[in-house]
């Protein structure tokens, strides 16, 4: 497993951005898939983006396409989610997650059970 920390979540308002970042450490993050995911109280938690181990694959939810930009640096053992047009419905508690994803094809990459490590999470709330 890989220990994750979020950070750069916050207060925006609508239309603003945000970046999240992703510190990871312990075992080799370049061998890992990752994901963000999001949660509202309440609700499941939910698929945001996710990239290949070595970041020449995207994916996205339909609700971020367009306006969300998942990225990795292998060599710094972080990964980010630039946010932006970013609305009230956004706002939510956002994980990052890593995963042993070996399989290109979407679907693995939007399920939460192919994540086995998650961090603690970091609020973002988009006020109109």
């Known amino acids: 497993q890989v220990h994750l920390v979020e950070s750069g979540g916050g207060l925006v308002q609508a239309g603003g951005s945000l970046r999240l970042s992703c510190a990871a450490s312990?075992?080799?993050?370049?061998?890992?898939?990752m994901g963000w995911f999001r949660q509202v109280p309440g609700k499941e938690r939910e698929f945001v983006a996710a990239?290949?181990?070595?970041?020449?694959?995207?994916y996205y939810s339909d609700s971020v396409k367009g306006r969300f930009t998942i990225s990795r640096d292998n060599a710094k053992n972080t990964g980010d989610l630039q946010m932006n047009s970013l609305k009230p419905e956004d706002t939510a508690v956002y994980y990052c997650?890593?995963?042993?994803?070996?399989?290109?094809?979407?679907?693995?990459?939007?399920?939460?059970?192919?994540?086995?490590?998650w961090g603690q999470g970091t609020q973002v709330t988009v006020s109109s």
């Open positions: 997650a890593c995963g042993e994803i070996t399989r290109v094809n979407n679907y693995y990459y939007s399920q939460r059970n192919s994540y086995d490590s």
């Open positions: 990239i290949t181990r070595s970041g020449d694959i995207t």
């Open positions: 312990g075992r080799s993050f370049s061998t890992f898939a």
